[in-house]
C-alpha cells in the first residue's frame, strides 16, 4: 500500500523471522524526553500485528499497558493469534528489547473497508480556527526540539487558546487541540492514526504541569479509514485521582468524520 | 473484607490451584440473553488478579477482549505477572471453560487507599432525579425479566428519560443512566465497580435498537475507593461506524466522586 518513501512506514517496519516474531529497529527521532513515543511504539506493533493477519489489515481496537521505557534499537515484535473467525481476529503481541518487555498489547483486527459505512455520529468535530491561523510546532523554542526530535516528524498547527503552555500561561481547561498530519506529506491510515492519538504533548501541559507523563495504558478504537488531509486530534483530562489522569482523545479527519477514539491513564508528572 | 454472606462475594470467588491458576464457578444467575453478563465475568477475572497480587488488591485498568460466549459452569482464570515493581503490576489473564478462552485481558493493579487523595475533576456529575421518582428494574416486563436473571441481582433505578425504550419509545439520544447497587445490599467496591460499568441494558436500546450488542473489547479505569451507598452509573454513544459503536461509562460515589470510566467498542444489534 505504502511506497516506502515516507519515513514513517520505514521506520516503523517489521520483518518477519517466523512463528510470530517480528524484528524491528526503533528510530532515534521519535524520542520525546526520557524515552520513545507511545504512539509510535504503538504504530511499530500495529505494523506487526498487520503483517500476521494478512486479511485482517485494520486495527479496530488495541490496548497497551506500558511496562518499561523503549530505547532506539533493534527491538522484536512477538505476536500469538487468540482467535480468528469470521471478520475478526484478536492477539495478544508484545514489544520486547534484549531480555525487556516493553509494551504488552491486546489487538483486534479487521477490515475497515468491508464494514457497513453506515455513520452515525452525535459528537461535535472540534472547532479549530484555519490552519494558518494556529500555532505551528516549528515555533517551539529550540530547547523543547532538543529533547523533543519527535516534533520534527509532525505538522502540527495548535489552537491558539492550547498553547499558553508553552509561555508559561497555560490555559488550564484541560484540553490541547491541534491540526496534524506528518511533515513529509505522508497521509493518514489505520495505522498511523495509532500514533496520532499519543502525538500531541501531555494534556497535563495546559493545566500547568509540564514534564513527562508516563502511560500506563492506552486503548484506541479505530472507527474508519481516514481520507487524506489534515487531521484534527483533540485530546481532554476531566478527571484527576490518586496520582493519576485519563486522556481522551479523538481524531477527526478532514471528511468530518470522527476517525479514532483512545483512552490512556497516565501519572501526572511529579 | 468481605463477610462471605453476600452473593456477588460468594459467585466470584476464586479457588487457587497453584502457578497462577484460579478455579472458579459462572453462577446461572448472571444470564442475560444468550450469554453471562460481561462484567460480571470481568469482577471473576479481578478477583483472580486480585488474589494473585496480595499487596495490590485494586484495579486500576483492566483491558478485557471477549473471545467466545461464557456458560454457567466452572471456568478457570489463568493469572500470568508481567510486571510486578514499585506500587504497581501488570498482569495477563485468560478465563477459560473448557479448551475455549473466554476473555482474554491485561491488567494493571495497585492499592488505591495508599495513593494520594488529591483528586481534581471538572467532569460534571450526572442529573439524575431522587431515586424515588426513578424508574425501578423491578417494574420490567415479566419477558424480560424471563431472559434476563441479571436484573434480580441488582436494584436498579431508571432516570425517566431514559427507558422509553422499554415501552417503544426510545428517546434517541444515546445515553441511558440509573441509580445502581446490588439487590441484597453489598456496597460497592473497587471489584464491584468492574461489574457496574457493564450492567446496564446497552446503549443502543436507547437509540431504538434492542437486542444484544456484543462486546470486542471493555477497558475499565478503576480512580478512587467508592463510598458506601447508591452509585450513579451513565452510558452514553456517540459514535456508530463499520457496524459497531464504543460505549462509555461513568461510575459516580455516593461522595459525588468520579470513582469509575470505561469505554467499550460493541458490535451493533442486528
Same mark, same amino acid.
Given at each position: 500500500m505504502h511506497s516506502g518513501q515516507h519515513e514513517f512506514d520505514r521506520q516503523t517496519a517489521v520483518t518477519p523471522s517466523g512463528a510470530g516474531r517480528y524484528a524491528a529497529e526503533l528510530a532515534p527521532g521519535w524520542h520525546v524526553g526520557g524515552g520513545i513515543n507511545g504512539g509510535y511504539l504503538l504504530a511499530v506493533i500495529g505494523q506487526a500485528v498487520r503483517a500476521e493477519l494478512p486479511s485482517k489489515p485494520d486495527p479496530l481496537a488495541v490496548s497497551a499497558y506500558y511496562l518499561s521505557a523503549s530505547t532506539a534499537g533493534p527491538a522484536e515484535v512477538v505476536v500469538d493469534v487468540r482467535r480468528d473467525g469470521g471478520s475478526i481476529a484478536t492477539v495478544a503481541a508484545d514489544l520486547r528489547q534484549g531480555d525487556q518487555s516493553r509494551i504488552t498489547a491486546l489487538a483486534t483486527y479487521g477490515d475497515l473497508s468491508a464494514l457497513p459505512d453506515d455513520v452515525r455520529t452525535t459528537a461535535e468535530e472540534p472547532h479549530l480556527p484555519p490552519v494558518e491561523e494556529c500555532v505551528p510546532s516549528s515555533m517551539a523554542p529550540e530547547e523543547v526540539r532538543a529533547v523533543a526530535p519527535l516534533m520534527e516528524r509532525f505538522d502540527m498547527r495548535f489552537h491558539p487558546d492550547h498553547v499558553g503552555w508553552a509561555v +508559561?500561561?497555560?490555559?488550564?481547561? +484541560?484540553v490541547i487541540s491541534a491540526w496534524f498530519r506528518f511533515a513529509d506529506g505522508r497521509e493518514p491510515d489505520p495505522i498511523a492514526l495509532l500514533l496520532a492519538v499519543d502525538a500531541l504533548p501531555p494534556v497535563t501541559f495546559d493545566l500547568g504541569m509540564p514534564g513527562w507523563a508516563p502511560t500506563l495504558e492506552l486503548s484506541a478504537h479505530v472507527r474508519a479509514v481516514p481520507a487524506p488531509g489534515w487531521l484534527k486530534v483533540r485530546h481532554a483530562t476531566r478527571n484527576m485521582a490518586g496520582g493519576m489522569f485519563e486522556e481522551d482523545c479523538e481524531v477527526w479527519d478532514s471528511a468530518g468524520r470522527l476517525v479514532a477514539q483512545s483512552r490512556q491513564l497516565a501519572r501526572q508528572p511529579r
Open positions: +508559561g500561561e497555560p490555559g488550564r481547561t +484541560g
